[in-house]
Structure formats: C-alpha cells, structure tokens
C-alpha cells in the first residue's frame, strides 16, 4: 500500500512539472482568437485607423460555437464608430481572423453604412 502511494506522488510531481514547463498561454494573439481578443482587435483597427474616438464593438465566431470552451479563429464582428461629438456615426460588420503572426490578425469589412464613415 505505501508504495502505490508513492508512485502517485511521484506521477503527481512528473505532472505538474510538465504543466509549468508548458506554461500559461501568451497573452499576445495567434492563429486562434477569444472573444475579448476579437472585440479588442475590432476595435482598435477602429480607434486607430479608421480614427473613430468612440466605438462599440461585439463579435461571434463566424461558424457558431461554444465560446466558453472554445477560441475561434474566424469572428465576426457588429460594431459602430462615432466622432468627437457624439452626432455622426457609423455601423458595420467586419470579419476578423487570427494570424499565425505574433500580434497579427487580418479583417475584411463586409459592409458599413452611416452619416459619418470613414
């Protein structure tokens, strides 16, 4: 008996020394996006190049999926851009994909319709 308890310890220890030579995830973005990760993207093509100061953004995977278990490496994304003043505004849906690049995403804009976009 004392010694399978052994041989778990032991197979405990070997476990949790490979999860911390793995390690957590990066924070930095890859080929597979979370929903926060999606929106954040979303939003800062927004803010700085297409120079909306304010925006909202929400995003779902473009496939449908659990996004509680689940990253996705397609979203898309429902968002709206408005000026400085809070009068002209700007509506659209963008698709966003990972990238295989550190910090890299790509997007295409499927349409955007307002009194003020740019």
């Known amino acids: 008996m004392r010694r399978s308890i052994r041989s778990c310890v032991t197979a405990g220890l070997v476990v949790g020394s490979a999860i911390t030579l793995v390690g957590p995830a990066s924070a930095v973005a890859g080929y597979h996006l979370n929903r926060r990760e999606a929106i954040h993207f979303m939003r800062d093509y927004l803010h700085y190049d297409r120079g909306y100061p304010h925006t909202q953004a929400w995003c779902d995977p473009r496939y449908g999926g659990d996004t ?25 849906v963008t698709i966003i994909k990972g990238s295989s690049e550190e910090g890299g995403y790509y997007r295409n804009t499927l349409w955007k319709r307002g009194s003020v976009c740019y």
């Open 68 to 92: 509680a278990k689940y990253d996705f490496h397609s979203w898309v994304c429902y968002w709206r851009g408005l000026d400085e003043d809070y009068q002209g505004i700007c509506r659209g």
